[in-house]
């Protein structure tokens, strides 16, 4: 099965590769037939896993297009669509996306490191300066953790804003990606200065001034860290691609890191499509943030309780929280965790959905997504031909 899955999930990058880049589906569908930024970083990571010449210079693709399209500000589109000679450019919907900054930094690194070529880095150097410095500004309080708006990432129709965990660690990532090369004294102390602010605020039982002491305080300790903090408290819902990449950058002690993987592993246990929601648990009609939920979205909305990013199971998601059971050693469990998300693609024959309904399994979202076979494919090739990530 993981063979025939993995050829699969190779086939469909490849019809969702364009002269452009990568795209979000390979249907025919306005908002998906676009080089996104995240989407495509995720598939071009794949494209390097899986060793494809023709996949790894679609990704090379999709760093041209989402640099030649970056804001005169640093912004990096979150997509670009092309339609004849017409080029639409897009920084975000009802907010602009953080995260398109950071992987796109993090996109350049990954295909640096591959290439084992400082010089391609050096090509984009130009527009990672812009955006670290962005990013930067993005601190508003100059206190080393991004401030991002609500809709401001990935989970663009959910309730996440503030000081949002995901966006602090792509960010992590992304400077120690680049000064894997530059061997920077200030990046190096930039890191060790967010690395140290998030471990303060989002860490149970930390020591050091936090950004919120009354929130954090009334805050419930968890097995995990919690989504994201504002002025107005603490979100504590579990993210499961937030505490994935927490562990794989190595934050908190080892058992911290023990408690997450047994809190996912319980998690797991208990769903019926036996892999990660993206955040648990749902936002219900009754519960109080199911106000900043109702309205949070531009066309229709999605965020149904179980579904979506309302506690909806990804691929995707699960990709990345196999890369961090891997980097934590633990290899029979990732094995476990590719076969469900082969199963998760396999479903309506091989249509590689967006997500799932976490209490029905039924599939839901777009389907030939992308970054769907991007998990497949990263995960059978850490685990089969031990593929490394550049991480610092």
């Not at 989970?155 to 960010?171: K, S």
């Not at 690395?195 to 002491?213: A, M, T, W, Y």
């Not at 592993?265 to 009754?286: D, G, N």
Request: charged share 20%; with cysteine; hydrophobic share 40%.
């Amino acid at each position: 099965m993981h063979n025939y899955a993995y050829h699969k999930a190779i086939d469909l990058l490849k019809k969702a590769s364009s002269e452009d880049g990568f795209l979000a589906s390979a249907l025919d569908i306005s908002n998906y037939k676009r080089v996104w930024s995240r989407d495509g970083v995720i598939c071009g990571i794949a494209a390097l896993a899986s060793g494809d010449q023709k996949l790894i210079e679609t990704f090379e693709k999709t760093i041209e297009t989402l640099a030649a399209h970056q804001h005169q500000m640093g912004t990096i589109p979150s997509n670009v669509s092309f339609k004849g000679k017409n080029v639409e450019i897009s920084y975000g919907g009802l907010a602009g996306r953080v995260d398109a900054v950071t992987w796109f930094i993090i996109g350049v690194c990954q295909i640096a490191f591959y290439k084992n070529d400082k010089t391609y880095l050096h090509k984009y150097k130009t527009n990672i300066e812009k955006c670290l410095q962005l990013l930067n500004a993005w601190e508003f309080n100059n206190k080393h953790l991004v401030y991002v708006p609500l809709s401001g990432n990935w989970a663009d129709e959910y309730i996440t804003d503030g000081y949002v965990l995901y966006d602090q660690l792509l960010r992590l990532w992304a400077l120690q990606s680049y000064n894997y090369f530059e061997k920077c004294e200030l990046i190096t102390q930039k890191i060790t200065n967010i690395r140290n602010q998030v471990e303060i605020n989002f860490l149970p039982d930390s020591n050091g001034e936090k950004f919120h002491e009354k929130a954090y305080k009334n805050m419930k300790a968890k097995d995990y860290a919690p989504a994201s903090f504002s002025p107005s408290g603490y979100k504590s819902q579990f993210d499961a691609f937030a505490n994935s990449l927490l562990l794989i950058l190595d934050l908190g002690t080892d058992q911290f890191k023990n408690d997450i993987i047994s809190y996912s592993s319980c998690l797991i246990q208990e769903t019926k499509l036996k892999v990660l929601p993206a955040f648990w648990p749902p936002v219900m009609e009754q519960d109080e943030e199911w106000s900043l939920l109702k309205d949070n979205c531009k066309y229709e909305f999605r965020n149904f309780p179980y579904e979506f990013h309302n506690g909806g199971s990804w691929p995707m998601v699960n990709g990345f929280y196999g890369l961090a059971l891997f980097h934590n050693g633990e290899k029979e469990s990732v094995s476990k965790l590719l076969n469900e998300v082969n199963n998760l693609n396999a479903a309506e024959d091989f249509s590689f959905y967006e997500n799932f309904n976490t209490l029905t399994g039924k599939a839901i979202g777009v389907a030939k997504c992308a970054w769907s076979a991007a998990a497949a494919v990263m995960l059978h090739q850490t685990l089969n031909n031990n593929f490394k990530l550049l991480i610092d």
